[in-house]
C-alpha cells in the first residue's frame, strides 16, 4: 500500500517508495528514483512499470475508478479520464409554480439516510410549495445513478485523495462537474492554480478561494453541509500511531507497544 511519498510525524510529505525526486527547471517533469529494496507482497520487485500500470489502470474509463479524478495533475490525465444536474434553492415562484417535487437521491446508508431526512424536512419546512421525495439505494447504484444524471439532487459524502483545496473543488464527489458547470470564471481560476500559479502559493491561493465563492456562494452549484470527524481512543503503551494530516487514513508503520 506504499506510495512514492508517506507522511512523517509533522504530517509532512517524506519520499517512501521513492528515494529520490528531480524536478525539471519548468518544474513540470518529475523522475522518480524507486527504492531497490520495495517488493511486493508475494517477493517480486516493485518497478517502475507497476506505476505506470496502475496510474494508466485508474484513468481507464472502462474501470470506472473513482480516483481517477484524483489523475488530474498529470498531463493528458483530463482528457483521458473525460468522455450533475444542478438544482439551486431555483426560487419556486420563478418557475411561475406554486408548487414543486423534487428527489433527493442518497445511499442507503445508515448515515446518509439520516442526513437525508433531515435535508428532507428542512427544505420543506423552510420553503413553502415544496416537496421532496427521498430515494435512498445501495452505495454502487447511487453512484451509478449520479454519474449517470439520474437526480435531482443529491447526497454524498467524500474524503481527500490528497491535502490541497483543489481535490474538493474540481473532484470531492463532484460529479460530472466539468461537462455541467460551465462557469468561464470559476475554470479559469482553477486553470490558473493548476498552471500559471502552481509554484506561486499566495496567488494559487487566492484563484482557489475565488474559485470556492462562485462555485458555492455565487452559483451554488453544491452546498457543503458539515465535515465529519473520528475519535480514536489510544492506550498509553501504544506509540507511533499517526493519522494522515486530513484525518481519514491511519498508519501503523511505526507503532510500537510498550
Known amino acids: ?15 517512501a517508495g521513492a528515494v529520490k525526486v528531480t524536478k525539471s527547471k519548468d518544474q513540470k517533469v518529475y523522475t522518480f528514483t524507486l527504492r531497490k529494496n520495495a517488493k511486493w507482497s508475494k517477493g517480486d520487485p516493485v518497478t517502475a512499470q507497476d506505476y505506470v500500470t496502475a496510474w494508466r489502470r485508474t484513468v481507464n474509463r472502462k474501470n470506472d475508478s473513482l480516483d481517477s479524478d484524483s489523475y488530474q495533475v498529470i498531463k493528458n490525465g ?5 468522455g450533475k444536474k444542478k ?9 411561475g409554480k406554486s408548487k414543486i417535487t423534487i428527489e ?10 439520516r442526513v437525508g431526512e433531515y435535508l428532507q424536512s428542512n427544505l420543506m419546512k423552510n420553503l413553502p410549495g415544496l416537496t421532496v421525495k427521498l430515494r435512498s439505494i445501495p452505495l454502487k447504484s447511487r453512484l451509478a445513478d ?27 464527489g463532484l460529479f460530472n462537474l466539468e461537462s455541467d458547470y460551465k ?3 470559476f475554470w479559469k481560476e482553477i486553470n490558473q492554480a493548476k498552471s500559471t500559479y502552481a509554484t506561486q502559493p499566495a496567488k494559487r491561493q487566492a484563484s482557489l478561494i475565488a474559485a470556492e465563492k462562485q462555485l458555492i456562494q455565487k452559483d451554488a452549484f453544491a452546498a457543503p453541509l458539515y465535515q465529519a470527524g473520528v475519535s480514536y481512543l489510544l492506550k498509553s ?13 491511519a498508519y501503523y508503520w511505526d507503532v510500537k507497544i510498550k
Open 78 to 82: 483530463t482528457d483521458i479520464v473525460a
Open 146 to 172: 449520479t454519474s449517470k444524471h439520474n437526480f435531482d439532487m443529491v447526497y454524498g459524502t467524500w474524503q481527500p485523495s490528497f491535502q490541497d483545496p483543489i481535490d474538493y473543488l474540481t473532484i470531492g
Open 237 to 249: 503503551k501504544v506509540t507511533g500511531f499517526r493519522l494522515s494530516p486530513y484525518g481519514t487514513v
Open 183 to 185: 462557469n468561464s470564471t
Open 87 to 95: 438544482v439551486s434553492s431555483l426560487g419556486i415562484k420563478a418557475l
Open 104 to 113: 433527493l437521491l442518497t445511499s442507503d446508508m445508515d448515515a446518509s439516510m
Open 1 to 15: 500500500m506504499e506510495g512514492l511519498y508517506r507522511f512523517d510525524k509533522k504530517g509532512q510529505a517524506r519520499l
